[in-house]
């Protein structure tokens, strides 16, 4: 008999720099290497589904947050964060590896936390 197959979470459309946040925008697919390394990963077992990447209605979210990502960086509000593999250890993986990310992805993740948490208290 074949093996099962294994299904994954579709990855959601990227926003794309230009494109207006409507229901009619065209957005982007491009994507860095990195960036969809760790795509792919959100959708495994070793996903952190608590402060990590999600995906909600075809959109990518961190908290309340809607995000997107250009090339490898993660954009949040008007913020654009450097794409870095160790950014992308912290926002994706339940248990990051450490030495896989520096201290300035570590403030950086800790400044998307901050934003969403912020944003959330807006409602």
Same mark, same amino acid.
């Given at each position: *008999?074949?093996?099962?197959?294994?299904?994954y979470? !579709?990855?959601?459309?990227?926003?794309? !720099?230009?494109?207006?946040?409507?229901?009619?925008?065209?957005? *982007?697919?491009?994507?860095? *290497? +990195?960036?969809? &390394?760790?795509?792919? $990963?959100?959708? #495994? %077992?070793?996903?952190?589904?608590?402060?990590?990447?999600? =995906? $909600?209605?075809?959109?990518?979210?961190?908290? =309340? #947050?809607?995000?997107? +990502?250009?090339?490898?960086?993660?954009? @949040?509000?008007? &913020?654009?964060? &450097?794409? #870095?593999p160790?950014?992308?250890?912290? @926002? +994706?993986?339940?248990?990051? $590896?450490?030495?896989?990310?520096?201290?300035?992805?570590?403030?950086?993740?800790?400044?998307?936390?901050?934003?969403? !948490?912020?944003? $959330?208290? %807006?409602?």
């Open positions: *008999s074949l093996p099962l197959a294994m299904n979470a !579709r990855i959601p459309r990227i926003l794309d !720099r230009d494109s207006e946040e409507t229901e009619d925008s065209e957005e *982007s697919e491009n994507i860095g *290497s +990195v960036a969809a &390394k760790y795509l792919r $990963k959100f959708a #495994t %077992k070793d996903a952190d589904k608590t402060y990590g990447i999600y =995906d $909600k209605n075809g959109q990518f979210y961190i908290g =309340d #947050t809607r995000i997107g +990502v250009i090339d490898e960086n993660i954009i @949040v509000g008007e &913020k654009e964060y &450097k794409g #870095t160790g950014l992308w250890e912290l @926002v +994706v993986m339940k248990a990051p $590896k450490d030495g896989d990310y520096t201290q300035d992805d570590y403030n950086n993740y800790a400044e998307i936390l901050i934003y969403q !948490r912020i944003e $959330k208290g %807006k409602e």
